[in-house]
Each structure stands twice: as structure tokens, then as C-alpha cells.
């Protein structure tokens, strides 16, 4: 038993069933019906396999240029990762490093305690109201940072601006993280807020309304300070999280903003 002693143990995170056999109508990963814009086949076509020698571009820049122009903030904002489970992960390592607890509600998406529990970070699991709602009060106690998605999942239930605004307002010296997995399906993304806090970190990802589940593209938008610490971090475990071909297909889906808005219309 000697050498178990130190290792880390941890309950692992069950992703959702990817069955083996064929025919199957598949609804448990909310993974998107519909293919990828059409022009991401033609970057797949074109794409030369002597590039594969080559390691790819550390700093993403294409892919995050692509994302900056996308949502009109500088590339300095912009952080990837392979999905935004990678993105979320990294970010729990980076900023939630208090010995106080951070929070997240009690019925969320249950990734969140796993990477608490992994990387040794306390937290409180806060209640939601009888109707499935955040009550802001409940996260005005000390604390070393906050998550949760908005819409929430499983929920479904999507919050106001105003109320994530009361949640930063009385949480300047923690870190704030929105996970809008599913924002592009209804609701309006606190963006907006990032001029006024730079403590809000917003965290989307391709796999849901960008149907790119099987590229692992996850994003982050942040203060150019928070953008910084991230990579710092990123650097330290892993130069090259985004290959080559990814790159490329994260960066061409954004061109067909039309065919998105066709997508995630007959969707909603
Ligand atoms: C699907 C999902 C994610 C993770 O998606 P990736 O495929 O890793 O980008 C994160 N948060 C929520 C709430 C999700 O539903």
C-alpha cells in the first residue's frame, strides 16, 4: 500500500455514452444535427499531409484572430483549448487557488467538482430556487471564485445580465466564470460586461452550436490580464494543445455566419 498513499485519487467525470453501433438517434451529449459549415469540408480537402511534420502554432493566432473578430474584442481576450472542458479545466488551475471555497449551484453541469476535486480546490455547492434559479444573495460570501453556466445545465434556465452584473459587483476579488456552452440557442452573452469587470471570465465552445464537438475547440474570453495568467499556465504544461487541421476548421467556421444562424434557428 506504500506508494498508493500519495497518489492523486480522484472520481473521474463519466462522459456521455458514444455508442458503438450504427442507427442510433443520439440526444444524451447535446451534440449538434446538423454538419459543420460547408466550407470546413473544403479546408479538409486542401489540407497537405507534409504539414503534419510541422509542429503547429503555439500562440493559435489564426484561430484567435479568427474568434476576436468574431465577437469584436482584441486577440489579447482571447484564449483556446481542446473544447472548453480543456479551456475550464486550465482555468480552474489558474484561478481558483484560494484556500476559501469557490461556488457553483447544486444542480449544474457536473464537471465543475471534478476539477475541483482533481486539483485539490475547496467548494460549496449553493442551492437554486424551487423554479431551478440562481439566487444572487447566495453568492455574496467569501469565496475563491465563482462558475456557472448561463443557460444553466440541465436546467435550461437562463439568468439576466443584470443579475451576473449583481454577482461580479459583489465579487471583485474572485474570479467570475460564465460557461455559455449553450448561449448561441437564446439568451444574450455577457460580453458587454467584460468592459466593466475585469474579473469576468466567459467561456464558449464549438461543440454544441458550432457542431464541432469531434474537434475539441473551447474558448475563453477575458481581460487581457486574465487572458495572460492563462497562457502562463497553458505554457507551463502544454506549448501545442491546438494541432493544425483544428486551427484551420475553427477558424473557416466563422466565416459562414449564415449558415450558422441557419442552424441554431431551425435548432431553437
Ligand atoms: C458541453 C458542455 C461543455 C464542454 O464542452 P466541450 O465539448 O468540452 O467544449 C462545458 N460546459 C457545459 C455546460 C456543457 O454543456
Redesign the pocket.
Known amino acids: 500500500m506504500s506508494w498508493e498513499n500519495s497518489v492523486r485519487r480522484v472520481v473521474p467525470y463519466t462522459p456521455g455514452e458514444q455508442p458503438k453501433e450504427a442507427g442510433i438517434i443520439k440526444l444524451n ?2 451534440e449538434n444535427p446538423y454538419p459543420p459549415a460547408p466550407g470546413v469540408q473544403k479546408i479538409l480537402d486542401d489540407f497537405q499531409i507534409s504539414d503534419m511534420r510541422l509542429y503547429p502554432d503555439p500562440e493559435a493566432s489564426m484561430l484567435i484572430q479568427a474568434i476576436a473578430e468574431n465577437y469584436q474584442v482584441k486577440p489579447e481576450q482571447v484564449f483556446v483549448g481542446v ?4 479551456v ?1 479545466s486550465m482555468a480552474f488551475l489558474t484561478f481558483f487557488n484560494s484556500a476559501k471555497p469557490i461556488l457553483f449551484p447544486d444542480v449544474t ?1 457536473s ?1 465543475y467538482d471534478v476539477w475541483a476535486d482533481v486539483y485539490h480546490i475547496p467548494y460549496q455547492r449553493i442551492k437554486l430556487t424551487d423554479d431551478f434559479r440562481i439566487n444572487p444573495e447566495d453568492y455574496k460570501i467569501p469565496n475563491g471564485g465563482i462558475i456557472f ?1 448561463n443557460p444553466n ?1 440541465p436546467t435550461g434556465v437562463l439568468e439576466s445580465l443584470e443579475l451576473i452584473e449583481e454577482i461580479l459587483q459583489a465579487n471583485s476579488d474572485s474570479v467570475v466564470m460564465i ?1 455559455e ?2 448561449i448561441d440557442f437564446g439568451g444574450i452573452s455577457c460580453l458587454p460586461l467584460l468592459e466593466k469587470y475585469e474579473n469576468l471570465l466567459i ?1 464558449q ?4 452550436s458550432r457542431s464541432m ?1 469531434g474537434m ?3 474558448f475563453a474570453i477575458g481581460n487581457p490580464k486574465l487572458i495572460k495568467y492563462l497562457n502562463d499556465v497553458k505554457f507551463s504544461i502544454n506549448s501545442y494543445t491546438m494541432n493544425r487541421v483544428t486551427l484551420l476548421c475553427g477558424a473557416e467556421t466563422l466565416k459562414d455566419s449564415a449558415y450558422f444562424e441557419n442552424c441554431t434557428g431551425k435548432i431553437i
Open positions: 451529449t447535446n473544447g472548453s472542458d480543456d475550464i453541469y464537471f453556466p445545465a460557461d456552452a449553450y467561456i465552445t464549438y461543440s454544441k464537438a475539441r475547440i473551447g
